[in-house]
């Protein structure tokens, strides 16, 4: 506000001096220039109050006529000169301020002053969000489902107008700027007390490199979620600290590469990972064998890295003749039948079309279909726009880089527990997957659950704390009752407890909670409310464990 104050004094400086100026020579004019009687002689000039008072209502309006007495022709002349003086002077004033209205710098800094005093009135907890492209934008639009409050930096003026005509319901603050500016992120909320953390998704690595440093350096205690492409940034970024490092390309090679040793570990990660509501993947194996890699920029390095696997054989084609060492390497794009052919597309049993156009990865795709029908096709999409093209080719896996990247920093963000269950998942085997994933399915009919976390603390669960601080014994199946009939389970299941160090993996029924404990669980959303109630309300959890009361005795409680 003050530099919007002082940028008004600025500009409008002349102006006030010269209004000034003009009604002080005429003021001055009519104390000087004699007066006249009503019988013709010769009276004293105006005093200054009198002339102060006659030019303050003559240069705004008509007038009222001449006071206290009928002016000498003198004061008339001088009136008249006065009139045109005030005229100028105020003209000047007004098309000063209209030039001031349509400055650009003034109109900016009158946003940013809004943008800033909106952050600093904002009283829960906020993330944000640095860039809002397509990733930026999927969180965003997550983020606001899910209630959770977000300011956005995006340097690009016409992406912050979109955003404008976006109807999000949290009515989040945008300001147009460049987050690698600590000034802007500082503005944005960096020191404020209510910020959980900073999302540096942008598509520029070093601005995404200064972020996760201003972050480290100004607030250590929140936490930072960096977007990279290349190994060296990535490095770079967990040298000093950045919480998670999201790497999309290396994160859908590992994917793809997990997918084809450990089919049944992907599907559940992929479950777990995908945007709830949404329908459940379906299993997929890709073979080993034969591969053929067509583009060897950071994506196709990523795949040359994690495809290393025994019992695939991998060809790179790319226009530089790049490729990994100890691999065989066409020269070409990979969308010509000659090249394919020479890369041995008859005998191979995948190809990903991994270059940076989604028209040549397209092209690439189908040729390979017409010359191997059967085998197994990876596209990589780099614009969303193009999602009507690549929804009509069927690929068998389809990698969209910014949906990688959003889909982890959601996970990440709203439940931490998560990134920890994953990893696990990452190192248990086959059979053990498939019967998390089967739960999983029965329970959730064919939709992506919800995961989430609780925490068996006073503010979190008030109700389940207090009862297992009085010494009440409560399993899990107890607490997975319902609370309208406790004889009919919950649609979830407890996928984890972490107590203290120890992480204990998909619990029973009989497995008995403490203080302390930190679950995550998934399930469909209604019994999350369902639960919710339970760990909120006494009355209602007394009737899920003990069945003393009913649950529609509850009051408030909706049926």
Not at 189 to 218: F, Q, Y
Not at 356 to 384: C, E, H, Y
Not at 424 to 450: F, M, N, Y
Request: with cysteine; proline share 5%; hydrophobic share 50%.
């Amino acid at each position: 506000m003050n530099s919007v104050f002082f940028l008004v004094l600025r500009r409008m400086r002349a102006p006030i001096i010269v209004l000034i100026s003009f009604y002080a020579i005429a003021v001055l004019g009519l104390t000087l220039v004699p007066g006249m009687n009503d019988d013709g002689s010769p009276a004293p000039a105006l005093s200054f109050f009198h002339a102060f008072y006659f030019v303050s209502y003559t240069a705004t309006t008509i007038g009222f006529g001449e006071l206290p007495r009928a002016f000498s022709d003198g004061q008339r002349m001088w009136v008249t000169a006065c009139i045109y003086m005030t005229v100028i002077s105020w003209s000047y004033s007004i098309l000063t301020v209209l030039a001031l209205l349509q400055d650009k710098a003034f109109l900016h800094t009158l946003v940013t002053s809004r943008f800033a005093r909106r952050v600093r009135r904002m009283r829960t907890g906020f993330y944000i969000v640095c860039g809002c492209g397509e990733s930026g934008s999927l969180i965003c639009r997550a983020l606001d489902i899910m209630g959770h409050d977000f300011v956005i930096l995006e340097r690009d003026t016409l992406r912050v107008d979109e955003l404008d005509l976006e109807e999000f319901i949290t009515n989040d603050p945008v300001l147009a700027a460049d987050a690698s500016l600590t000034a802007n992120l500082l503005m944005a909320g960096l020191l404020h007390a209510k910020c959980r953390g900073v999302l540096a998704v942008t598509n520029d690595e070093k601005a995404n490199l200064a972020i996760a440093i201003s972050v480290r350096l100004l607030n250590p205690a929140i936490a930072v979620l960096a977007r990279v492409r290349s190994p060296q940034v990535a490095a770079n970024m967990a040298s000093f600290g950045t919480s998670h490092i999201i790497n999309a390309y290396a994160r859908f090679a590992q994917y793809l590469a997990l997918a084809a040793v450990s089919p049944e570990r992907f599907h559940l990660i992929e479950i777990l990972t995908g945007l709830p509501g949404t329908r459940l993947p379906t299993l997929r194996r890709p073979p080993k064998g034969r591969w053929i890699v067509c583009g060897y920029g950071e994506f196709g390095q990523s795949l040359a890295h994690h495809l290393g696997l025994p019992g695939i054989e991998l060809t790179v084609i790319d226009p530089e003749g790049n490729g990994p060492p100890h691999s065989r390497m066409v020269l070409g794009i990979g969308n010509e039948a000659d090249v394919l052919t020479k890369a041995g597309i008859t005998h191979a049993s995948g190809i990903v079309a991994g270059s940076d156009n989604d028209m040549n990865n397209l092209s690439i795709a189908m040729m390979a279909k017409k010359l191997n029908p059967g085998i197994f096709v990876v596209v990589r999409q780099n614009q969303a726009a193009n999602d009507v093209l690549f929804d009509a080719f069927p690929a068998d896996f389809r990698m969209v880089h910014t949906r990688v990247v959003a889909q982890e920093c959601i996970s990440i963000l709203t439940t931490p527990l998560l990134a920890r269950f994953l990893e696990a998942v990452r190192q248990a085997d086959e059979s053990w997957s498939s019967k998390v994933t089967g739960k999983l399915e029965a329970l959730c009919a064919e939709l992506i659950p919800e995961v989430w976390g609780v925490g068996i603390e006073p503010h979190a669960a008030p109700a389940l704390h207090r009862a297992l601080e009085r010494g009440q014994m409560i399993s899990i199946g107890d607490l997975l009752s319902d609370s309208a009939d406790r004889e009919v389970s919950l649609a979830a299941t407890v996928l984890m407890i972490v107590r203290g160090e120890e992480a204990l993996l998909c619990p029973d029924d009989a497995f008995m909670l403490r203080t302390g404990d930190a679950l995550l669980l998934a399930g469909r959303h209604a019994a999350r409310s369902v639960l919710h109630l339970s760990l909120q309300n006494a009355n209602a959890l007394q009737y899920v464990v003990a069945g003393v009361g009913r649950r529609n005795s509850v009051p408030g409680v909706p049926r």
